[in-house]
């Protein structure tokens, strides 16, 4: 083989490769635009800035840490990761229900993962996390800080009860 043919060859081996990694990035943009309309893909997103040292006193959204009836069947929960407990502790809605969640904290960072969901934020003091979640299968769900917070960070743990009606 002279010279000017092996580089002809070499070029059309890269080009083969160029071709094969761009149809991969091809593929992989389908996947997650696939993803993104159909597995209930929500980025959790923050809210808004808030002051941690303040966030339990009165007047805070956060002051009492709650679930309420915001709509047609859907639900806001108000929820402060703190250490080591998750306010309110035990959150109860109806099946099909969707919960709105806002979570921030008044002392470190924690995490707040919802077992079986794909519910998974980082609760960052100063800042309001929002992510929301339809639970269409009754049950006990666990909330787990998922983000080390100190010694009792094994067991922080919080629950969802979604009741069958
Ligand atoms: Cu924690």
């Known amino acids: 083989m002279n010279n000017e043919k092996l580089i002809h060859a070499i070029e059309r081996y890269e080009r083969s490769w160029l071709l094969f990694a761009l149809v991969m990035i091809v593929v992989f943009l389908i996947f997650i635009g696939y993803t993104l309309t159909g597995f209930a893909f929500y980025v959790p997103s923050a809210a808004?800035?808030?002051?941690?040292?303040?966030?339990?006193?009165?007047?805070?959204?956060?002051a009492n840490p709650r679930v309420e009836k915001t709509g047609d069947?859907?639900?806001?929960?108000?929820?402060?990761?703190?250490a080591f407990t998750f306010l309110p502790g035990e959150i109860r809605v109806p099946k099909g229900a969707k919960v709105?969640?806002?979570?921030?904290?008044?002392?470190?960072?924690?995490?707040?993962?919802?077992?079986?969901?794909?519910?998974?934020?980082?609760?960052?003091?100063?800042?309001?996390?929002k992510v929301e979640h339809t639970f269409d299968e009754p049950g006990e769900y666990l909330v787990i800080c998922n983000e080390y917070c100190g010694l009792g960070h094994q067991d922080m743990i919080g629950k969802i009860i979604v009741e069958d009606k």
């Open 73 to 82: 069947n859907v639900y806001t929960a108000y929820v402060l990761a703190q």
């Open 48 to 62: 808004e800035r808030i002051d941690p040292t303040t966030v339990r006193n009165e007047g805070s959204l956060f």
């Open 100 to 129: 709105v969640f806002y979570v921030t904290s008044p002392d470190v960072q924690h995490g707040f993962h919802i077992r079986g969901t794909n519910v998974n934020v980082q609760v960052i003091p100063g800042e309001v996390g």
